[in-house]
C-alpha cells in the first residue's frame, strides 16, 4: 500500500503505472499526513509514504487498507518530493530550483519486518541487550508489560551511551554532555523500577560492546573508559536518587490530597538543581502518576538562575568587550601579520573608553585601541594576548591586553604613558619579544602534552580546556580518576623526552575539510571556519590552532609538571611551568632539598632514606611512651596538688623520670 499527497496526481501516476501499484492500495491522504516541512520557512513538499500488510496477526483486512488499521498496515518508507519553498505559514510561495528526492527507510523497523518480529526490541540489534538485563536483574522479557518497558529502555539507552561515550561525549551539565547525562539518568531511573539496586549500567555497556564491536571496533578500543564512565556516573547519581525520588514523591502525594493539576515548578527546580533531576524525567515520573509540572515556573527559576550566573560572568573586562564590540560593530578588520612579525607600522582606527569613541587618548588614561593591522596576538585556544608597546608621534603607550572583539577586529587595551594617542596616527607596533617566546614555549608543549596524555591514558583524554600563559600552562582533559603518581612520572618523562627531541613545528593553513582528513584533531566546541591553520610537531601531534608556536621542540627548554587534579565530574587538570619558569621551579626544588640535607645532617641523594628512618623512629618512640604512660599513669601539674601522700607523689615523680629517660634514649637514636 502506499499514500500520496492529496493533490499529487503525477505520483500516483507512477506508482500504479510505472511501479505497478494496484490503484487500489493507492491512497490520497491531506496535508497532516502526506505534506513535509521543517515546521518553519524553507524547503518543503510532498510525501507518499509505504506500508506493508503484516497479515491477519494484526488484525483483519481492509479495503482501505492504513486508513483503517495502521498495525497491520504498518509505514516503514517516506518518500519527500523536495520541491517547494514554504513561508512560515508552511505554504508553498515557490519552487526550489534545484528539487530531490529525501529518502527515509526506518532501518531498524525494515530489519524488524525482515526478521518477522513484533518490535524493533526483539531485532538481533537490540534483543541481545535486553536479554542482559533481563539476566541480570533476574525478570523475565514478556510476562509483564510494564517490566518489558524498563528492559527495552535500558536496551535503547545503553546503545545510546555506550557510542556517545565512544566518541568522546562525558557526562555534564551542558549540550551534549547534558544530553548523555539525561539518558543515562532515565536508564537508572528504570533500572530501580525493576526492583534492582546493584550497578547494571557498566555491565549491560560491556554486552554492548561484545555485540557491536566487529562493527564498530572503536568501542571494543575505548572498552576500558566506556565502562568507567558509565560506572562512576551511575554511583554518582545513585547516591541522590533515592533522596530525589521520596522528595518527587511527597510532592506528588501533597498534589493529589490537594486536587492540584501539577508537581509545583519550586520542587521541578529543587529537583534539577539539587538532586541532578532532568525536568523531563521529572515530567515522566509526574505524569505517570496523571499530574503534569508547573513548568512556567520552573523556567521562570531557571532563567533567574540564568540571570544571575551571567551577572556574576560580566565582570569588568568581559562588560567592557561587549560595550566595545557594540559601539564598534561595522569597524574595519584587523590584518594580523604577528605570525612573521614582532614590530611594525599600522595606523590607529579607533580609540575608545568608557563606553565612548573618542578622538584620542592622553598621558594616564587607559583606552581600547583598534589598528589597521596589528603584530599583537589576540587572546585565543587558551593563549594569552600579547602585550607590548605603541609609539605614536605624539605619545607612547602601553599594551596591557589584546583581544578579538568581533569576527576579524582586534582590540588593544592600552595605558597612554606619555602624550597623545589619537585616531589617524600614523603608530609603530612593538609586541613584548620575551613575554610572546614565554607564550610559545607553553603553547607548543600543551600540544605535546596533549599527544602524551592521549597516547598514554587513552583517546578519550581529550582537551576540554586550556590557559597559555608566557611560562605555565593549564590543561583540562576529559578522564575519570586522578594520575597515579606512575602515571605522572610517566608522563613527565616522555614530555621532557619529546621537547629534546627537537621535533620541527610547522604550521599552514587549508581548507577545514583536508585538515581533517588529513588527520588533524580539531577541539570540541571550538568554531572553525573554511580555511583553518594546522600546527604540526614532529611526525606526531597534528592539531588546528591558530596560537603561536616555537620553531622546534628544544626552543621550550624544560617541562616540568607541577600539578594534577580534578576540576569537575570526569575533567583533569595538570599544570606545568616551562623554559626559565621550568628551570626557576626546578632550582627552588633544589635549594629546598639542599636545605633539607643541611638540617639532617646528611647528603641530599639520602635525605629520603634519612626521613624514612626518622618516621620509622618516631611510630617506635610513640609506641613505648604509650606502653610507658600505661604503666606509669602520669599526671599532669595540675593533677599533682591532688596526690594524696608524698609516697605516691615519689613514685611518681620516679616514673616520670624513667619515662622522660626513655624519651632521651630514642631521640638520640633517632
Aim: with cysteine; net charge negative.
Amino acid at each position: 500500500w502506499v499514500t500520496v499527497f492529496e493533490t499529487d496526481h503525477e505520483a500516483r501516476e507512477i506508482w500504479a503505472d510505472a511501479v505497478g501499484v494496484s490503484p487500489e492500495r493507492i491512497i490520497y491522504r491531506g496535508r497532516a499526513d502526506n505534506f513535509w516541512s521543517m515546521g518553519e520557512a524553507g524547503p518543503c513538499g510532498p510525501c507518499s509514504e509505504i506500508f506493508i500488510d503484516r497479515g491477519p496477526h494484526y488484525g483483519d483486512a481492509s479495503p482501505k487498507g492504513p486508513d483503517d488499521n495502521e498495525e497491520r498496515y504498518l509505514e516503514f518508507w517516506n518518500l519527500v518530493f523536495m520541491q517547494n519553498d514554504c513561508n512560515d505559514a508552511i505554504e508553498p510561495i515557490a519552487e526550489l530550483p534545484q528539487k530531490n528526492i529525501d529518502t527515509g527507510l526506518g532501518l531498524e523497523r525494515t530489519t524488524m519486518l525482515l526478521q518477522g518480529v513484533e518490535t524493533v526490541f526483539e531485532t538481533d540489534v537490540l534483543l541481545g541487550l535486553i536479554d542482559e538485563a533481563a539476566a541480570l536483574t533476574g525478570i523475565v522479557y514478556g510476562k509483564d508489560a510494564r517490566s518489558d518497558v524498563g528492559l527495552r529502555i535500558l536496551s535503547d539507552h545503553t546503545r545510546s551511551l555506550t557510542f556517545m561515550i565512544a566518541d568522546g561525549v562525558r557526562p555534564s551539565n551542558e549540550e551534549r554532555g547534558y544530553v548523555l547525562r539525561r539518558i543515562m539518568r532515565r536508564a537508572l531511573r528504570h533500572v530501580r523500577l525493576l526492583g534492582f539496586e546493584a550497578p547494571l549500567l557498566a555491565p549491560l555497556a560491556e554486552r554492548c560492546i561484545e555485540l557491536m564491536r566487529d562493527a564498530y571496533p572503536e568501542l571494543n578500543e575505548r572498552r576500558d573508559h566506556i565502562m568507567e564512565i558509565a560506572a562512576k556516573e551511575e554511583e554518582r547519581f545513585g547516591a541522590t536518587l533515592r533522596q530525589g525520588l521520596g522528595l518527587l514523591e511527597r510532592a506528588i502525594s501533597e498534589g493529589r490530597s490537594q486536587e492540584a493539576a501539577a508537581v509545583p515548578g519550586d520542587v521541578a527546580f529543587l529537583l534539577h538543581d539539587t538532586f541532578g533531576f532532568p525536568i523531563d524525567m521529572t515530567t515522566e515520573i509526574a505524569r505517570e502518576s496523571g499530574l503534569g509540572v508547573d513548568q512556567a515556573r520552573f523556567d521562570e527559576l531557571m532563567d533567574e538562575q540564568r540571570r544571575r550566573a551571567r551577572e556574576a560572568r560580566h565582570t569588568g573586562g568581559e562588560a567592557a568587550s561587549t560595550v566595545l564590540s557594540d559601539i564598534l560593530q561595522g569597524a574595519r578588520q584587523t590584518e594580523f601579520i604577528g605570525y612573521e612579525h614582532l614590530h611594525a607600522d599600522a595606523e590607529v582606527v579607533g580609540v575608545v573608553a568608557e563606553r565612548n569613541v573618542l578622538p584620542a587618548a592622553n598621558a594616564g588614561e587607559t583606552a581600547d585601541l583598534l589598528f589597521d593591522r596589528t603584530v599583537f596576538y589576540a587572546e585565543g585556544g587558551g593563549q594569552v594576548g600579547d602585550m607590548g608597546l605603541v609609539r605614536a608621534p605624539s605619545g607612547i603607550g602601553r599594551v596591557l591586553d589584546t583581544r578579538r572583539i568581533a569576527p576579524g577586529v582586534t582590540a588593544h587595551r592600552v595605558e597612554v604613558t606619555e602624550g597623545t594617542i589619537a585616531t589617524g596616527d600614523a603608530v609603530t607596533l612593538e609586541v613584548d619579544k620575551a613575554r610572546r617566546a614565554g607564550a610559545e614555549r607553553a603553547h607548543s608543549a600543551t600540544h605535546v602534552l596533549h599527544y602524551i596524555l592521549r597516547k598514554q591514558i587513552g583517546p578519550h583524554a581529550t582537551q576540554a580546556g586550556s590557559l597559555v600563559e608566557p611560562g605555565r600552562l593549564r590543561f583540562d582533559f576529559a578522564h575519570f580518576e586522578a594520575l597515579s603518581d606512575t602515571q605522572i612520572a610517566d608522563i613527565s618523562a616522555e614530555l621532557q623526552a619529546r621537547v629534546l627531541q627537537d621535533g620541527s613545528v610547522i604550521a599552514f593553513e587549508t581548507t577545514y575539510e583536508f585538515a581533517l582528513s588529513s588527520g588533524a584533531m580539531a577541539i570540541f566546541g571550538e568554531k572553525y571556519g573554511d580555511f583553518v591553520r594546522v600546527v604540526e610537531i614532529g611526525d606526531y601531534s597534528k592539531e588546528l590552532c591558530g596560537g603561536t608556536h616555537v620553531p622546534h621542540t628544544s626552543r621550550i627548554g624544560v617541562a616540568v609538571l607541577t600539578h594534577e587534579g580534578s576540576v569537575g565530574s570526569n575533567l583533569r587538570r595538570v599544570e606545568a611551568l616551562v623554559g626559565r619558569e621550568g628551570i626557576a621551579y626546578l632550582e627552588a626544588k633544589v635549594s629546598e632539598l639542599q636545605r633539607a640535607a643541611e638540617l639532617l645532617r646528611v647528603a641530599p641523594d639520602n635525605v629520603a632514606e634519612r626521613v624514612e628512618k626518622l618516621q620509622a623512629a618516631t611510630k617506635e618512640m610513640e609506641r613505648r611512651l604509650q606502653r610507658s604512660s600505661a604503666r606509669a599513669r602520669i599526671r599532669t601539674p595540675r593533677h599533682w596538688s591532688k596526690l594524696r601522700s608524698s609516697a605516691t607523689a615519689a613514685s611518681s615523680w620516679w616514673r616520670a623520670g624513667t619515662w622522660a629517660s626513655t624519651l632521651c634514649e630514642l631521640w638520640h637514636r633517632a
